[in-house]
């Protein structure tokens, strides 16, 4: 099985920044990983994709976090890292991290860590 941990979230004031970290550990090797990502959900909302890492280093962002939100990856760790600047109490919600492999595109989870930004 894969396991993925995640660090880093907490309680920040808007314009403020956190590093989220999710270390992905078990069954799984760099070069099976076709993608890390990481996705949020606020109260209410549906569960929403922030910013994906794609092998060969290809990123992905959704609109609202572009040229605010960065995210990089250590192969060698099968870590990924979100680092986030700027907040906005909008991006208040629990961030998921999200490992895909390359068989069968199978998707594993963290169990989410809350980031909260005050206004």
């Known amino acids: 099985q894969v396991q993925l941990v995640e660090s880093g979230g907490g309680l920040v004031q808007a314009g403020g920044s956190l590093r989220l970290s999710c270390a992905a550990s078990?069954?799984?090797?760099?070069?099976?990983?076709?993608?890390m990502g990481w996705y949020r959900q606020a109260p209410g909302k549906q569960r929403e994709l922030v910013a994906v890492?794609?092998?060969?280093?290809?990123?992905n962002y959704a609109d609202s976090v572009k040229g605010r939100f960065t995210i990089s990856r250590d192969n060698a760790k099968n870590t990924v890292y979100l680092q986030m600047n700027s907040l906005k109490p909008e991006d208040t919600a629990v961030y998921y991290c999200?490992?895909?492999?390359?068989?069968?595109?199978?998707?594993?989870w963290g169990q989410g860590t809350q980031v909260t930004v005050s206004s």
């Open positions: 999200n490992l895909r492999t390359y068989v069968n595109y199978v998707n594993y």
């Open positions: 078990g069954r799984i090797s760099s070069s099976s990983i076709n993608a």
């Open positions: 890492i794609i092998s060969g280093g290809r990123t």
